[in-house]
Every structure is written in C-alpha cells, then in structure tokens.
C-alpha cells in the first residue's frame, strides 16, 4: 500500500492454529496474534503486508488520511 498525506496506523496479525492437545489435530478454528503495530505518516510511504506474514489487519486514520491499498484476488483459492 501507499500513504499518500496524513497520519495512520496499520495493526497486523498472523494467524496461529489451535492444537487439541488430547488429539493433536489442528481444528477449523484459530487464533490472530497481534505481530505489529506501526504508525505511518504524515510523510508519504509505501508498506507491505505479505500473504503469509502480517496479512490479517486493520488500517486507522490518526489523522485526515488518504491510502492507495492493491488488492489481489485469494492466494489460495481452495480457501478461498
């Protein structure tokens, strides 16, 4: 993505599986933990989320903002 002017924060998550400790199989569910927290701005600047790594997050405008964001269609289309 790219700032264009103002101030925002990007708050990024991986995606950690549950394993059932009685069966040690991993089920349908798991759990976002929180991988980082940036403040962008008020300069403009590129970022990058990568599918497997931080893809899971949020964008909010600490200020006025404006953001250019690509998004591309699913990395794995069994899953949609």
């Known amino acids: 993505g790219r700032l264009l002017f103002g101030v ?3 708050v990024s998550f991986d995606l950690e599986d549950i394993i059932d400790k009685g069966t040690r199989r991993k089920p349908r569910r798991q759990w976002a933990r ?3 927290l940036e ?3 008020p300069d403009a600047r590129s970022y990058w989320l990568a599918p497997d790594i931080g893809n899971l997050h949020y964008l909010e405008a600490v200020e006025d903002c404006c953001f250019f964001d690509v998004v591309t269609p699913p990395y794995n289309s069994e899953q949609g």
């Open 34 to 36: 929180m991988r980082s």
């Open 8 to 10: 925002m924060k990007v």
């Open 39 to 41: 403040v962008h701005g």
